[in-house]
């Protein structure tokens, strides 16, 4: 089965850094484009960024710009999430999920998601 | 970027009863870009139709998507006790892409 980990949240002060890692599994990584997508009881569902395939082509929400940087690593079937400069509203669980990319944004497959507390 | 204002905000029903769940698009979504997905407490969002109408693999015959422009639809035929949740949904038509604030189904 098809399968996304999150894993790297926790506890930060406000002002802090957190890098969170996805383990993509069992499907061709190299073939796919991934987002993070955080939720929260307030504000619901919130898309924070978006990576290529290839990562030449690379998105951030107006909350995220400057403070968070995607990256990936398709020899290690990774993405991450380097999150700076943290805020009390950046507290969310965090998800990472699958796009075909390519004008088709949709997000067939979550990972499981990882919490972030900024407090 | 383009709001999606979804309708009702929790839907009391039985099983057996359909469900009409409303999402409506502070601008036009292009090219139908639209998706919905199901959340279930302490699970990650699954997504269920994709381009408005097309269901993802494993959405059963009795949850089907449809409309276009601005207004949006998804029903649910006969509720299952599988079905209650919060549904979702999200346009990826531009960027930002953004998510309607969700709609509950509960067991009346």
């Known amino acids: 089965e098809v399968q996304l980990v999150e894993s790297g949240g926790g506890l930060v002060q406000p002002g802090g850094s957190l890098r969170l890692s996805c383990a993509a599994s069992?499907?061709?990584?190299?073939?796919?484009?991934m987002n993070w997508v955080r939720q929260t009881p307030g504000k619901g569902l919130e898309w924070v960024s978006y990576?290529?395939?290839?990562?030449?082509?690379?998105y951030y929400a107006d909350s995220v710009k400057g403070r968070f940087t995607i990256s990936r690593d398709n020899a290690k079937n990774s993405l991450y999430l380097e999150m700076n400069s943290l805020r009390a509203e950046d507290t969310a669980v965090y998800y990472c999920?699958?796009?075909?990319?390519?004008?088709?944004?949709?997000?067939?497959?979550w990972g499981t998601g990882t919490t972030v507390t900024v407090s | 970027e383009i709001v999606l204002t979804q309708s009702p905000g929790i839907l009391s029903l039985s099983p057996g009863e359909r469900a009409t769940l409303s999402c409506r698009a502070s601008?036009?979504?292009?090219?139908?870009?639209l998706a919905w997905y199901q959340q279930k407490p302490g699970q990650a969002p699954r997504l269920l139709i994709y381009?408005?109408?097309s269901r993802a693999t494993g959405t059963p015959d009795r949850i089907s998507g449809r409309g276009s422009g601005t207004d949006f639809t998804l029903s649910i035929s006969r509720l299952e006790p599988e079905d209650f949740a919060v549904y979702y949904c999200q346009q990826y038509g531009r960027s930002p892409w953004t998510f309607g604030q969700g709609t509950k189904v509960e067991i009346k």
């Open positions: 069992r499907f061709t990584f190299t073939s796919y484009s």
């Open positions: 601008q036009t979504v292009t090219s139908s870009h």
């Open positions: 999920a699958r796009t075909i990319g390519f004008g088709v944004y949709y997000m067939d497959v």
């Open positions: 381009g408005a109408s």
């Open positions: 990576i290529s395939s290839s990562s030449t082509t690379i």
